[in-house]
Structure formats: structure tokens, C-alpha cells
């Protein structure tokens, strides 16, 4: 029988059981609180990773899978659970998804494979998976990640280095001590080292000879960033080739200087072309001066021949007026040569005006002929339009053309010479719309061989001995003056046909009246002539005397100048100048004019030179020149502008 004492022990155990079983329960509370936060927790990650997570049983259908996986697919966890993964892999990827996924269930190692995969609504993307079989082997676990831009830029890389590999131009990186870091196919052919060679050789065995300049680019390079230059670099056999080299500095991720780039483009045949071509030029000046000189020659002969005959009559002769005009001839005749070089100039601008196109084509085919075996026939059309030009370009076009015949056609022949309106211009023809003359010269000679057609307007391009090679250059650069164009058609044993198009003129041209009487000297003055040559000074001095005016003349822009300011301060001022456009060494007609006007805004400035139509006198007046004379000029074309000038 238990005592009141047992009792009372047993309840107080019992109460330290119960204290002991509060203090468990706590603790488990506790420890079920902890354990469901982590839970939490590692939901959140799971859910939240930035990659797809899925778990598939050993047919691969999905059984698990987080919402970062269902994003990426683009389907609703719901609809995604019990569903094959492999209908979400891309037709060109399954096989390689197929054989990834055995071999992941055959082993228990970590795999890794690269897939494209489907997702419902939005474009296919790429996706890198890894994948670990369960301990039991009845499921595996999948880790997906978006690797697209990774790929992008991957591909765009490689489309940059193919197109490096496929440039011509020698394109490498070199590091700052002088490796070959980056060499691809363009450098391997310029310099003949291959990529292997180069990148195991230092950059001072691959062609830098001049190695002072090569530190000097490459100070400027690291103080600016960039350098370009032409350089002469040695290839791997030793021959030298002429680079235009282009450095740019390349910076590492903080922004220092880690590598250079370098583009060499070859332009060794290019300089080649050049030192020859300068050569051609030489022995073609040449050519055209010898050719110049027997021309000139021939009329001083006539000039000083005349003028010598004319000085030996002691009295007055009849013949002096024969002597005299046969000199004005031959000078006439040198006026068109010079006239004709200017062809070739920044003067050498048509002086246009309306043309008779029958008027001008016969009598430069007929001069052209003089002494040859072809015989001409000539088909004009009906009311043919006038056109537009200068005559003595387009007779020199006329005549390098006959010329041609003439030496295509070695035996007697036909030429045939036909014109006709234009009105509908082709837009192919490259010309402006508008009314148009078609020249035709056909000849029955040899014809120009196929293989040649394509050169025969470029300057000094020539198949006969001795040829300077400027007739059809000169020809259809004339043309393009013009507003016109020339075509060729030949065939080889049958002949050529040139065929010119000019612009028609809008009314016909003056008919011809008799030579005016020599203009009268309306109003005298003193005139200041400024002009660098002293034969022209003293010629048109005397001119001026026996004019009745007064005259100064100076050799220099500047004195000029102050010899009108210093007239017109005594109160004894210039009528008018007579202004030289080039004056070398000293101030040019322009900037003279500007003086004199700025001295006195008044000033009548008479514009002059030997470039008889050249940019100069095409904005005389805008500039504020009163009128111009271009040499040579006779007495009566210098009396007719000093009237209107001083009127």
C-alpha cells in the first residue's frame, strides 16, 4: 500500500516528466519552424533559379519541373507536368538529345550537351544541358540553360573571322613586345609567312627594315591611338612590297594598352603603274613638244619671213600688203595651236556659239583629205539643225577622226560622211534630253581589233610607231566639253563608223557680213598696263602711243597699284588698267583687281591673258573686271573694248 510519501514522489516525476516533454515539444516546434523555412527557402530557389530545372523518369516524360523551366519553355507548369521533354527539342537537335539522354542513364557522371529547343509562341532558342542520373537510375535531373546570345555572339564572331580570313588585305594582331598574335590568310599571301611561321617569329624577322620610322608610327600610335603611313616591308623570299599600313591601338578591359591591329593593303603594283606611267608622260611630252616645235617652227618661219620682206622694201611696194597679211596668216595659225593645247589645260573650256553643221564638216573632212586616196561623199539631211560649239575643237575632232580613216585605210577607199536630226534621246545614252545632230564618219578601212576597243580613248594608248596616242582622247574629251558624246562600232576588214552627237543650237547662226572698217578711237586717257613680260609691255605701249593715249606700264602686281593710287592722289588719274590674269611671283590679276577696286571702287579694270577661255574670264564681270581681251588680239579688238570700256 503506497504511502502518502510514495505519493507525493510519484507526482513530482511525473511533473518533471512533464516539464522534460514541454521542453521536447518546444524544441520540436522549433526545429519544425526551421525546417519549414528552409523549405522555403530552398522553394524560392528552386522556383526562382535562373535556370530550368526538370526532373524526367527514364522515357524522358517531365515529372518535375520549376517555373524558371515552364518560362522557358513557354508552357504553364500544369500543362507541362507528365509531357515527353523531347517534343520541346528541335528536330535537328533530337538525335543529339536522344544519345545524351542514354548516356546520362548509363553512367553517373555529370553530361553536357548543347541543344536547340522549341517553346510555344516565341522563337526556337539555344540551350545548354546538364544532366545526372538518380542513385536508382529510374530518373535523371536537368539543368536548362538560354544560352542564344552566347551563341549569337559566337556566330557573329566567327562570321567576323571568316570574313578576316577572306579579306585581301593583310590584316594581324601584334602584342606590344613585337608577337604576332592574330595572322590570317591575306598576310599569309602578301608576306608568305604562314600563320604558324608567323606567330613563332618575332616581328622584327617580318620585313621591318627601316626600324627608326617603325618606332616613330609606333610612339605616335601609343600617344594617339591610331597611325597610317606608307611603308616597305620584305617578304619571306625577300622581295619588297609597298604597304598602306593602318595601326589601331587596342585597350584591355581597364582600358590599357594591350595590342596593336594592323591592315596592310599592297599597293606595290600600283606605285609600279605610277613610276611607269610618269615615265610614258615624259616620253610623251617629249613627243608632243618635238611634235609642237615643227609645228611652230613652221609658222615663225612665215611670220619672220613676211615681216623680213616687208623691213627690206625701201619705199612703199605693192607687194608690202601680201607680206604683211601672210604674216597675219601664220600668226592666226599659231593662235589655233595654242588654242588646240589648251585642249589639254584647265583653259582649254569651248568659246561656244551656233554652227552650220554641213559648213564645218565639209571644209574640215576636205582639209583633212588633202594628199589621200579616200574619196568623200557626204549625206546631209534635209533643214539640218545648227549646233551648238566651238569651231575650232570641233574641226580638230573632225580631223583626228578623217585622220584615223586615213591611216586605216591604206589602200583608196570611201569615206562617208552623214548627219542628221536627233530628237529622242535614250535615257541609256547618258546625254540630256533635248534636240541633238548624230555625225557619222564611215570608212572601209581595217577596222579596230575586239581586244583593243575598250582602250582606244585612253590618253597615250596608241598602236602605231610613233604615236602620241591623243587623237581619240582628244576627241572624246572635246565632246564631253560639249554637252555630246562619241560611240565606235568597227569590224575587223570592214571598217569603222564614228558616230558624234551634238547638242543643236536654239537659232541658226549670223550670216556672214563683210569685214567691218577698223573701229575709231572714241575717247583717249592715260591707261596703266600691268603685265610680266616685257616684250608685251613694249608692244602694247606702242600700240597705245599710236592710239593717241597716254601710258604707264609695270611689270608687278603690287606696283601697279600703287602707281593708280599715286595718280589718281596727284590729280592726274588712270583712265583705265589693262590687267595681265597671271603674273608669277607676285600678286595674281585677282588679287590685284581686289586692291584697285578697294582703292577705287570706280576703276575700270580690263581683264588679259594667254589662257584664252580659262576659268578666269568665265566670272570676269562678277568679280568686277569691265571687260577682257584674251592674246593675242589685233588692233582692232583692243580698240573696240577700250570704246565700250570708256565710253
Known amino acids: 500500500m503506497r504511502t502518502a510519501l510514495d505519493m507525493q514522489r510519484l507526482v513530482q516525476e511525473l511533473q518533471i516528466h512533464q516539464i522534460e516533454l514541454e521542453m521536447q515539444n518546444e524544441q520540436l516546434e522549433q526545429a519544425r519552424a526551421e525546417t519549414e523555412m528552409a523549405l522555403e527557402r530552398y522553394t524560392d530557389l528552386y522556383e526562382f533559379a535562373p535556370s530550368g530545372y526538370f526532373t524526367l523518369d527514364r522515357e524522358g516524360t517531365i515529372r518535375q519541373a520549376n517555373l524558371t ?69 529510374q530518373e535523371f535531373r536537368v539543368v536548362v540553360v538560354d544560352i542564344t546570345e552566347r551563341k549569337r555572339s559566337e556566330e557573329k564572331i566567327q562570321e567576323q573571322a571568316n570574313l578576316l580570313e577572306l579579306a585581301h588585305d593583310a590584316i594581324f594582331v601584334r602584342s606590344l613586345d613585337e608577337k604576332i598574335r592574330y595572322w590570317n590568310k591575306g598576310a599569309e599571301q602578301l608576306y608568305d609567312w604562314t600563320a604558324r611561321e608567323a ?166 573632212v576636205l582639209l583633212a583629205l588633202s594628199g589621200s586616196k579616200l574619196k568623200s561623199q557626204f549625206a546631209f539631211q534635209r533643214d539640218l539643225y545648227p549646233v551648238v560649239g566651238d569651231p575650232v575643237q570641233l574641226t580638230q575632232v573632225i580631223e583626228n577622226v578623217v585622220i584615223n580613216a586615213c591611216e586605216a585605210t591604206p589602200e583608196r577607199g570611201r569615206l562617208l560622211v552623214r548627219a542628221e536630226n536627233v530628237v529622242n534621246i535614250p535615257e541609256s545614252s547618258g546625254l540630256s534630253a533635248g534636240r541633238y545632230v548624230r555625225i557619222e564618219i564611215e570608212d572601209t578601212g581595217t577596222g579596230i581589233p575586239e581586244n583593243i576597243r575598250d582602250r582606244i580613248f585612253e590618253a597615250c594608248f596608241t598602236t602605231k610607231p610613233g604615236g602620241s596616242g591623243l587623237g581619240l582622247a582628244t576627241v572624246k574629251s572635246i565632246m564631253q566639253q560639249h554637252g555630246g558624246s562619241v560611240a565606235i562600232e568597227s569590224l575587223v576588214g570592214c571598217g569603222t563608223i564614228v558616230s558624234l552627237m551634238l547638242p543643236a543650237a536654239a537659232h541658226r547662226p549670223e550670216p556672214p557680213v563683210a569685214s567691218p572698217p577698223p573701229p575709231v578711237v572714241k575717247t583717249t586717257g592715260r591707261i596703266l598696263v600691268i603685265d610680266d613680260e616685257e616684250m608685251i609691255l613694249s608692244v602694247v605701249s606702242s600700240m597705245l602711243n599710236n592710239l593717241g593715249y597716254e601710258c604707264a606700264s609695270v611689270q608687278d602686281g603690287l606696283e601697279g597699284c600703287n602707281e593708280y593710287i599715286r595718280a589718281k592722289a596727284d590729280g592726274n588719274p588712270f583712265a583705265a588698267v589693262l590687267l595681265d590674269a597671271t603674273i608669277p611671283n607676285g600678286l595674281s590679276g585677282e588679287e590685284a583687281l581686289k586692291l584697285l577696286l578697294e582703292a577705287d571702287p570706280t576703276a575700270r579694270v580690263i581683264l588679259c591673258s594667254g589662257y584664252a577661255d580659262g576659268d578666269l574670264f568665265e566670272k570676269a564681270e562678277q568679280l568686277g573686271f569691265r571687260a577682257f581681251l584674251s592674246k593675242p588680239f589685233s588692233m582692232s579688238d583692243f580698240v573696240s573694248v577700250f570704246n565700250k570700256v570708256l565710253s
Open 199 to 364: 606567330m613563332n617569329s618575332d616581328l622584327q624577322k617580318i620585313g621591318y627594315e627601316d626600324r627608326a620610322s617603325f618606332e616613330a608610327a609606333k610612339k605616335i600610335l601609343l600617344e594617339e591611338g591610331s597611325w597610317l603611313g606608307e611603308v616597305r616591308k620584305r617578304t619571306k623570299g625577300g622581295r619588297e612590297v609597298i604597304v598602306d599600313s593602318r595601326w589601331t591601338l587596342l585597350r584591355d578591359g581597364q582600358g590599357n594598352p594591350s595590342s596593336i591591329l594592323v591592315i596592310d593593303t599592297d599597293i606595290t603594283e600600283k606605285r609600279q603603274m605610277e613610276a611607269q606611267f610618269r615615265i610614258q608622260r615624259l616620253e610623251l611630252i617629249g613627243t608632243l613638244a618635238g611634235g609642237i616645235a615643227h609645228d611652230l617652227n613652221n609658222i615663225l618661219q612665215v611670220i619672220i619671213t613676211n615681216l623680213d620682206l616687208a623691213a627690206s622694201l625701201t619705199t612703199f611696194d605693192e607687194r608690202l600688203p601680201k607680206y604683211l597679211e601672210d604674216a597675219s596668216q601664220g600668226a592666226k595659225r599659231a593662235t589655233n595651236l595654242s588654242r588646240r593645247l589648251l585642249t589639254f589645260s584647265k583653259g582649254g573650256a569651248p568659246i561656244k556659239q551656233p554652227l552650220d553643221v554641213a559648213e564645218i564638216l565639209t571644209h574640215a
Open 69 to 137: 523551366g515552364s518560362a522557358l519553355l513557354g508552357v504553364d507548369r500544369s500543362r507541362l507536368v507528365n509531357r515527353r521533354f523531347g517534343i520541346f527539342v528541335a528536330e535537328n537537335s533530337r538525335a543529339l538529345f536522344r544519345a545524351f539522354a542514354a548516356k546520362v542513364l548509363a553512367s553517373q557522371s555529370r553530361e553536357t550537351c548543347e541543344v536547340m529547343l522549341l517553346r510555344e509562341g516565341k522563337p526556337p532558342f539555344y540551350a545548354r544541358i546538364e544532366a545526372r542520373s538518380s542513385g536508382n537510375g
